[in-house]
């Protein structure tokens, strides 16, 4: 039988083998938008930029479709029961990949993923330190000033280089 301080070492236990285990599972979704990247740019060379957004969102759709139908019923409240601002996800999801359609031909997939790169984090150090959208409150400290500089460092050796 579990004792009460076993339960409370355990939970902290439990979300570190749960971050280092997510977090090559992150790593590996960052390598696919670089493939992604890789093939959006030609593709909206030759289709159009729109078409190709347009596609990539219907295949994504179709797979995300037929994960539901097989997953079973959805734990949560329905989409109608929650805050319309929480789907605006919905709307920056297409400006994403048209803007990455569009860049990478023109200044490479390197460039557009460390400014990509540099946009996500950069926000995201806000809406961590503001606690914006429900996140958890984080304060910028030194370490996230220097990431966030070696960030935009990198950026700028990626742009002479």
């Known amino acids: 039988m579990q004792t009460?301080?076993?339960?409370?070492?355990?939970?902290?236990?439990?979300?570190?083998?749960?971050?280092?285990?997510?977090?090559p599972l992150v790593i590996l979704a960052?390598?696919?938008?670089?493939?992604?990247?890789?093939?959006?740019?030609?593709?909206?060379e030759q289709v159009g930029h729109l078409w190709a957004t347009l596609s990539i969102f219907g295949v994504g759709s179709a797979i995300l479709?037929?994960?539901l139908l097989f997953?079973?019923?959805?734990?949560?409240?329905?989409?109608?029961?929650?805050?319309?601002?929480?789907?605006?996800?919905?709307?920056?999801g297409p400006i994403y990949v048209v803007?990455?359609?569009?860049?990478t031909p023109h200044i490479g997939i390197a460039m557009t993923?460390?400014?990509?790169?540099?946009?996500?984090?950069?926000?995201?150090?806000?809406?961590?330190?503001?606690?914006?959208f429900g996140a958890t409150r984080k304060k910028v400290n030194g370490?996230?000033?220097?990431?966030?500089?070696?960030i935009v460092a990198a950026l700028v050796l990626i742009a002479r280089g």
């Open 30 to 44: 960052g390598m696919g938008l670089s493939v992604e990247a890789g093939l959006l740019g030609p593709l909206g």
């Open 65 to 67: 479709f037929l994960l």
């Open 113 to 132: 993923m460390i400014a990509i790169l540099s946009g996500q984090v950069g926000k995201s150090v806000l809406i961590d330190h503001f606690g914006w």
């Open 4 to 23: 009460l301080d076993e339960g409370v070492v355990a939970a902290p236990v439990k979300r570190s083998v749960l971050r280092l285990l997510l977090l």
């Open 99 to 103: 803007v990455l359609t569009l860049a």
């Open 71 to 92: 997953a079973g019923p959805q734990k949560g409240p329905a989409l109608t029961e929650l805050p319309r601002w929480q789907l605006i996800g919905g709307f920056l």
């Open 143 to 150: 370490e996230r000033w220097l990431a966030l500089g070696l």
